[in-house]
């Protein structure tokens, strides 16, 4: 099994940034055949896809955060990161992560954003 945590959420105003971060763990984890992906669900809407982090390749974002979120993979520390900056209203949601190996997905339980003054 994969156990997947999320953590950093918080409040914060807008135009603050907020870093998040996501552990996975498990004695069939390997980090390094894993594709990450964030998504946030709001509020009475449906889950979207943030920022996928390919295990090769290019990190790819959706053009509602593009120029504002940046995402990173730490290998010596087996951690994704989401940085958001200039963060808007419109983003308070769920932060969930989506650690995705060996077909199999893990997510974890999220960690909540509100970004208001």
């Known amino acids: 099994q994969v156990q997947v945590v999320e953590s950093g959420g918080g409040l914060v105003q807008p135009g603050g940034s907020l870093r998040l971060s996501c552990a996975a763990s498990?004695?069939?984890?390997?980090?390094?055949?894993?594709?990450w992906y964030w998504y946030r669900q709001a509020p009475g809407k449906q889950r979207e896809l943030v920022a996928a982090?390919?295990?090769?390749?290019?990190?790819t974002y959706a053009d509602f955060v593009k120029g504002r979120f940046t995402s990173s993979r730490d290998g010596t520390k087996k951690m994704v990161y989401l940085q958001m900056d200039n963060l808007k209203p419109e983003d308070t949601a769920l932060y969930y992560c989506?650690?995705?190996?060996?077909?199999?997905?893990?997510w974890g339980q999220g960690t909540p954003v509100t970004v208001s003054s």
């Open positions: 989506d650690a995705r190996t060996l077909g199999r997905d893990y």
């Open positions: 498990g004695s069939s984890f390997n980090f390094y055949v894993t594709d």
């Open positions: 982090i390919p295990r090769s390749g290019a990190t």
